[in-house]
């Protein structure tokens, strides 16, 4: 069965510091998705990324930047330069898929990391 | 943009109410999906359909049950409330197959059951 681990429950950091949110999975699976969703306090899940599992190459957009590690079973997520409206629960979640690259559609996501920016 | 409505967004019922919570997507999106998020446990499937009149147990269907007539729309039934159904309850639709597996999720729902 599929897994993603957050250790991290919460997090405090002052605004400007760079930030790392961790995250984990276990799969059997060789093809599969992973993404990045951003929950803010209004409750709505925003997507962030989805990175499918034979692209290790890292992403950067804007402050936010993906690393992706199949060798640790990886995918941290950084904000450089953090701002008070970073301030939200932010999941990470994985989709198994087939071999031919189409997902099952189920998504299992990890205990979510609150992140919490002081002014 | 993708467009995913649930009915209401703070609900308090009484135990034992049959409870009927509704979704509602505008992009003809064939995969809708229905999770329950309670605190350090994330998000849990309870329910999802592939399409129109179709529909398969998630991690924890128990006590829930789901109806989907019509594409745009995916209820979520709880039969007799219990207070462990206390819960935030979340939406989502996806085109179905292919890779583009991106989930659009609605506001969410916040039951309480007394």
């Known amino acids: 069965a599929q897994k993603v681990t957050q250790a991290q429950t919460e997090i405090s950091v002052v605004e400007k510091e760079d930030v790392t949110l961790d995250c984990v999975y276990e799969?059997?699976?060789?093809?599969?998705?992973l993404f990045w969703y951003k929950q803010p306090p209004s409750g709505e899940l925003v997507f962030l990324i989805r990175?499918?599992?034979?692209?290790?190459q890292n992403e950067i957009s804007g402050r936010y930047s993906w690393n992706f590690q199949k060798s640790t079973s990886s995918f941290n997520f950084t904000i450089t330069a953090s701002q008070v409206v970073d301030s939200a629960v932010y999941f990470c979640a994985l989709s198994e898929a087939d071999a031919g690259g189409t997902s099952y559609g189920k998504l299992t996501f990890g205990q979510g990391t609150i992140l919490t920016v002081h002014p | 943009d993708v467009k995913v409505t649930q009915s209401s967004r703070y609900l308090v019922k009484r135990t034992g109410e049959k409870v009927f919570l509704e979704c509602v997507q505008d992009m003809d999106h064939e995969n809708m999906f229905w999770y329950r998020q309670d605190p350090g446990l994330g998000l849990r499937l309870i329910y999802f359909?592939?399409?129109?009149?179709?529909?398969e147990k998630g991690d924890i269907p128990e006590g829930y049950s789901v109806s989907r007539e019509k594409k745009e729309r995916f209820s979520l039934i709880l039969e007799s409330a219990s207070t462990n159904q206390t819960s935030m309850y979340l939406c989502a639709s996806r085109l179905a197959g292919g890779r583009a597996d991106t989930q659009y999720f609605g506001p969410g729902t916040r039951l309480t059951v007394l």
């Open positions: 799969t059997r699976d060789t093809t599969y998705y």
């Open positions: 359909s592939y399409d129109v009149k179709m529909k």
């Open positions: 990175r499918n599992s034979f692209d290790e």
